[in-house]
Each structure stands twice: as C-alpha cells, then as structure tokens.
C-alpha cells in the first residue's frame, strides 16, 4: 500500500477515490490487514441455545464451525481436518455429539478435541508416532461475546471485544437487549449481491440522506405512520467508540408514550426500563431519538424499524441484524437475520417478523431498492475512469473542516459519542477513516500449527 | 423450532411447511390424497392451464391480475433452505422465510412496484417462468386439488450484467372460484434450490 498511502489521506479528508468500491488490489489489502485483525460477527448465541448445536459460519474464506459443547461454551473451530484438510462438517447447522471426517474417519468432539484415529497404533505407531492426546480443531484466534453476539477475530491478540466496541456498546443494547434475556435469532436468509461490502456497511451507519429519494416508495404506499420520508433529517446520527448510526425523531411525550409510538406494548416497555440505563432511558424519553439503522467497523450492521403490518394504524418495531461478508471486491453476501426479544409475547414475535419481512432481507421493500443502488455503483467503480474521481463524502462539514452544525449538547442527547441533527456524513467517514488506519498498518505473520508434533514453530 | 426438527424426513416438494409458520395459523391445511391425477383428467388439465396462465402474468408483471387471482386467505410462503446432515429431519431454517405472506403484504408489495418509484424494477427486468412437472392431486375436498410444479425462472436486468437464475419447486393449493368457474391460489410453498440466493433480491414472484 506504500504506493498508496495518498489513496488513504484522501479518504482521511473526507475524499473517497472511488475505485476502493471495486479493486482488486484494495480487496488484497483488506484481506490481509483488516479482516485479519478486526472482530467479526459470526452468530448469536441463541442460535446454538443446546450443548451439541452448531452452525457454521465464515470469515472471507475460512469456515468455522460455530458450536456449543457439553460444558456449554461456544467455541469457532476452523473447518479443516488435521490429517488431510477436508472439511469435517458440511451441514450449514445441525446438532451433532461429534463430527466425523468424511475421508478417512478421523473425529472430533463437539468441543473440537480429536478422538478417534482408525489404526492409531498400526498405521503411527501410536502416540509416538502422532500425539492424538491435545490435538484439536483449530480455534478461532479470538473469540468473545457481547450480549450474545458471537464474534472471531484472526487475531490472537485482539484486544477485549468489550473495548474494541468501546461506547458503542450503548447503543448496542436498544437492538439486543430489551429484557434480561437479550434477543433470539432467527435465520440468516443469504444471498450474494454483486456490489462491494463497504457500500452497505456505510449506507447503515450514517445515509439518512438517501431515504427520502430510495425509499419513497414504501412511504407512498402506507408502510409508515409518517407521510413525508423528509422526517430522517429531524433524526440525528451518532458515532461511538467502534460504531454508529442513525435515529429518528420522536413526537414529544414521555418514555413511555414513545416507546408505545414506535409500537412497543407495554410488558416490554416495563422490562426496558429494568435494564437500560437512566442514559439509556433519557435518550428515548428526554431526547426523543430512536435508534433505526447502525453499524459496526468493519461489516456488522442493525436496523430498527416500525411499519404497519395490517390494514391498520398500528405500526410494529422489528430489529435485523446483518453482516456484509465480501466475496471478492464486486460480490458481497449478504447474512441477515430478524431478532426478537426473547421475553416478547409471542403474538408480538410472530407480527415483527412480518415487519421484517416486509421491510428488510432478501424480499424486504426498503431493501429492494438499496440492493439497486449498490450493485451499478460497484460495475461503475470497476473501470479507469472511477480512478480519476474522486467521491465527496464531506456532507456536514465546511471547507475548513468545521461542522455545518455544532454537536448535540449534552442536555440534548443522553448518549455517549457525538451526535449531528441532519444530513451528514459523519459516520460513513468515521468508518473509512478506520479503515485507512486498518489498511496502513502491514499484516503481521502469523503462528503455524505443526498437526500431530511436539512444539510450534513461528513464520519467519 | 422443536416441530420443526421433529418432523420427517422432508418431501423436498410441499409438506407441513405451512403449518409450522407462525404467520401461516390462517393457511388451509387441506393436504393431497393419493397419487397424482392421470394428464388426461379435466382437474389436471385445468390447474396445468392456470399455472400457465399465471407465469404470463408474472412474466408481464401485470401484478394487479396475478393478485385477483389470489384467495383472502392466502399463505404464500418460501422457506429459507438450509444444507443439512441426512437424517437431520429438517432442510429449511427453523422459524424464518423469505416471504411469508398474506393478502394484504402481497398488495403492498404489488402497490409498490405500481409506484413510479420502486428503483430496482425501472427499468424492469426481463423475465421469463418456465414451468414444468406438473402434478395434479385430488384432496379431501372436491373444491381443492394439490398441484406440484418445477418453476425456473430467468430475470435479466440491463444490458451487461449477467442474468439471474432461480429455481424452485411449488406445492399449490388450488381452490374452485365460487363461482364454479375457474381456480384460486389459496396456498402456495415455494421450495427454493439454492441456500444462497444468487439474485440481487426477490422483487419478483415465484
Ligand atoms: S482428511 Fe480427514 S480423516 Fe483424512
Ligand atoms: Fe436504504
């Protein structure tokens, strides 16, 4: 990247040479510096609720089985078997006490341990020959949890996922945890669209902006309460430690009566008010913002969104959760999946669902019309002619770099981090601006793993 | 979640699928009797003729005349499908769809594309269901046949991107109008192939 260090100070400043949306050699560099480093969402934990669940997941290219084992730890095993790398588990989920290798029968416990070895003793000579006792799957560098979000990182050195999500984690609760129980999951629905995956990773943190103009059709046809798609600019976006997003305005009231205005019944308002903060509350009852979409660095993102779902005036709040899992630099598969709180009555379950459906994934209305956009920005990107441009991302700020409008005070938004009212892009800065820094910063080698021998041995 | 994991062996084309949906408590659940209708039975004829008139509609996207041809009733549902071991019990995700629709999310969807602003079809794709195997069964009741088919279809959006290909197999409830003349879609489970969709998204009917 040496030769392409201007390529980040632009971006720094808020210019986005508009090739890094389709290039090879960017997709290169993001591989081995970014993905190689950054925690990644791979499941939540209610998706593997039993000792012996499992669901397998990937990082790039690396498949992790993702499963719970009798003593109830998750763990992300590396997907490869030790004698002769074919991949032991091929199911995408299932329940399983072991898995077996399909070549020669080797087989691992749930927990990752190697325990069978037909012709141990005939074929190595036994232990002297290969040591079975210790030997396991590959775990995953790191892997930490939040709220029961499960997250890997290639890096054994990671710091604390707690720290890399830094104030983010605030906000973090309003989408996974309504209720001591936290969210269930349900999904992901996947596919694979033909556009980069920074695109929707931006868009989620911080593009108020596009909604009036993407999304006027679903307003035209009644989905929301409020008439005019020109709303998002009363909301404001906020960026906290590693991530942010955006909100809405809410009509004033108290906490209460907003909660119930994005259609929240009252069991649940009661079971929020028991687990968030004072800040927390005063966000949505004082400030009057509530959270819609956000995402975290690198390609985890949330979007909260309450339509109607029936011929109605009643609306019903709905949360996704998604990744961004880059293919290559034109190809992005999408994994999204509907989270409910797991305390919510059931009628309420099964109606938000439909909200989701609706509204986001692989049918969702919002959706739709995003997917468009993103897939000719990224055939566009491609070309020499996107080398010569350069993109303006400086929405909210002056040519001297200071804000349109100042920060929210305070008194006016409970939050950590800082907030914008309006239009701005703040957010989709902050969040290439962290690329840069991934980007700049060479790989590191890393620890190789001798099967079945005493010692490890480093890359030089 | 449990039913779901309880159940049998799946049929890869239709089956209790409907039943298990939490939004699918207002489905018909009438289910086919016996083997599949000789060609030459007028039931049979009859459904292969609507199933064709119907993938014109969709081609055309005259989504107005597709939805008339709906019942109020109506569950349209495409399970999420999942790789899993043999022997697991299940092949789709547990509790999640890609459409899992009534009448009135299906008007909303159609009310959509009738706005001047529904960007991913303007310019419209270029569409083409190809329907084949089909199966006609009787089903306790003489107003309702069972029918299978094979749908593939192929959307081609502007002019150098490479088209998309979807293939799945239906399992259709079709109801006699009350009127006696003609059928409904009262149910329908759309099997998809593919575990990973390969198009850009499903602002289309299957
Ligand atoms: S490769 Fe797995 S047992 Fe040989
Ligand atoms: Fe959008």
């Known amino acids: 990247m040496d030769d392409q260090s201007h390529l980040l100070e632009e971006v720094r400043r808020g210019m986005i040479p508009a090739h890094i949306y389709n290039d090879e050699e960017v997709f290169r560099l993001e591989r081995e510096r970014l993905f190689s480093r950054a925690w990644v969402f791979v499941g939540h934990e209610s998706e593997i609720p039993q000792p012996g669940d499992y669901v397998v997941r990937r990082v790039l290219e690396d498949s992790f089985i993702v499963a719970r084992g009798e003593d109830h730890q998750v763990r992300a095993l590396f997907n490869m078997c030790l004698h002769r790398g074919m991949q032991v588990c091929r199911a995408e989920m299932g329940h399983a006490s072991h898995f077996r290798c399909p070549y020669h029968g080797w087989s691992y416990r749930n927990d990752g341990r190697l325990v069978g070895l037909p012709f141990h003793k005939e074929a190595y000579g036994g232990e002297a020959g290969f040591r079975r006792k210790s030997q396991t799957l590959l775990p995953a560098p790191a892997l930490d949890t939040y709220n029961g979000l499960i997250f890997v990182s ?35 629905q996947r596919w694979r669209v033909k556009a980069n995956w920074k695109i929707g990773a931006e868009n989620f943190a911080g593009d108020m902006y596009h909604t009036p103009q993407t999304h006027t059709s679903v307003v035209e046809i009644g989905l929301f309460r409020e008439p005019k798609a020109e709303k998002r600019k009363d909301g404001c976006t906020y960026w906290a430690g590693n991530g942010g997003g955006t909100t809405y305005k809410l009509p004033p009231g108290t906490l209460e009566e907003r909660l119930r205005y994005v259609g929240y019944p009252d069991v649940m308002i009661e079971r929020m008010k028991q687990v968030w903060s004072p800040e927390q509350l005063d966000l949505v009852g004082h400030d009057g913002f509530m959270v819609s979409a956000a995402s975290v660095f690198p390609n985890l993102s949330f979007v909260h969104n309450w339509p109607r779902v029936e011929d109605s005036d009643d609306v019903l709040p709905f949360i996704s959760i998604r990744t961004w899992q880059p293919v290559g630099p034109d190809e992005t598969e999408v994994l999204s999946w509907f989270a409910v709180d797991a305390e919510a009555p ?105 099967v079945g021998r005493g010692g490890k041995a480093v890359t030089a | 979640m449990t039913s779901a994991r309880a159940r049998q062996r799946p049929t890869g084309n239709g089956g209790p699928y409907s039943a298990e949906s939490a939004l699918g408590g207002h489905a018909p659940a009438l289910q086919r009797t016996g083997r599949s209708l000789p060609f030459s039975d007028e039931r049979h004829l009859q459904a292969h003729h609507w199933l064709v008139e119907e993938a014109y509609l969709l081609d055309a996207q005259h989504y107005d005349e597709w939805l008339d041809l709906l019942t109020d009733d109506i569950h349209y549902l495409m399970p999420v499908r999942v790789s899993t071991a043999l022997g697991a019990g299940y092949d789709s995700a547990p509790g999640m769809a890609h459409f899992d629709e009534n009448k009135y999310s299906l008007s909303r969807r159609v009310a959509r594309f009738a706005t001047e602003h529904a960007w991913t079809e303007d310019p419209p794709s270029r569409l083409r269901h190809y329907v084949t195997n089909v199966r006609t069964f009787a089903t306790e009741d003489p107003g309702h046949v069972v029918v299978d088919s094979a749908v593939l279809l192929y959307r081609s959006r502007g002019d150098v991107r490479e088209a998309a290909v979807v293939s799945a197999g239906r399992e259709d409830l079709l109801r006699r109008a009350s009127d006696g003349e003609g059928w409904l879609l009262a149910r329908r489970t759309i099997l998809v192939d593919d575990a990973v969709l390969r198009t850009q998204n499903l602002a289309i009917f299957l």
């Open chain 1, 346 to 450: 059931e009628e309420y379950k099964a109606l938000s669902y439909k909200a989701y459906l609706m509204c986001f994934g692989s049918t969702g209305m919002f959706e739709q019309d995003d997917v468009e956009n993103w897939v000719s920005l990224t055939s566009t990107a491609g070309g020499s002619m996107a080398r010569r441009l350069l993109l303006n991302s400086r929405m909210g700020l002056l040519e001297d770099d200071a804000t349109v409008v100042p920060p929210l005070p305070p008194e006016r938004f409970s939050g950590p981090g800082e907030a914008y009212v309006g239009y701005g892009e703040y957010n989709q800065r902050h969040l290439l601006r962290r690329w840069a820094d991934y980007l700049e910063r060479p790989a590191e080698s890393a620890e190789r793993i001798h």
């Open chain 1, 154 to 188: 290639m890096d054994p050195d990671a710091p604390p996922l707690r720290d890399y999500l830094g104030d983010f984690a605030f906000y973090l609760d309003y989408y996974t945890r309504q209720s001591p129980s936290g969210i269930e999951l349900r999904g992901p």
